[in-house]
């Protein structure tokens, strides 16, 4: 069983940066792309990046890119997310996924999920 949980989330002022951590247990995710997703009070959940097995592949939601990065680290089967030039928009609590596929994350399909991380981002 997959357990994953993330890390780094916390209270920011606009303009400022954070490092989110999601470290995968369980088995290793060598073969799964995993990536981020976001969901703000009163809105759907939303795509933010991911990244596949290899980390040749990254695919950012319109709304980060250019602000945020994603990486991972096989090692220590953990991915991450920079974020800088944050917004108050960017307030939303950020889930941590892993797909099946070793290419992209898509919310549909992932069967693994972190509780997820506060990032509030204060005007």
């Known amino acids: 069983q997959v357990q994953l949980t993330e890390s780094g989330g916390g209270l920011v002022q606009d303009g400022g940066s954070l490092r989110l951590s999601c470290a995968a247990s369980g088995r290793s995710l060598l073969h799964n792309a995993m990536g981020w997703f976001r969901q703000a009070p009163g809105k759907e959940r939303e795509f933010v990046a991911s990244i596949s097995s290899g980390s040749r592949r990254k695919y950012y939601g319109d709304l980060v890119k250019g602000r945020f990065t994603i990486s991972r680290d096989n090692a220590k089967n953990t991915a991450y997310l920079e974020m800088t030039m944050l917004k108050p928009e960017d307030t939303a609590v950020y889930y941590c996924?892993?797909?099946?596929?070793?290419?992209?994350?898509?919310?549909?399909?992932?069967?693994?999920w972190g509780q997820g991380t506060q990032v509030t981002v204060s005007s």
């Open positions: 996924a892993a797909d099946t596929s070793g290419s992209m994350v898509q919310a549909r399909t992932a069967p693994y």
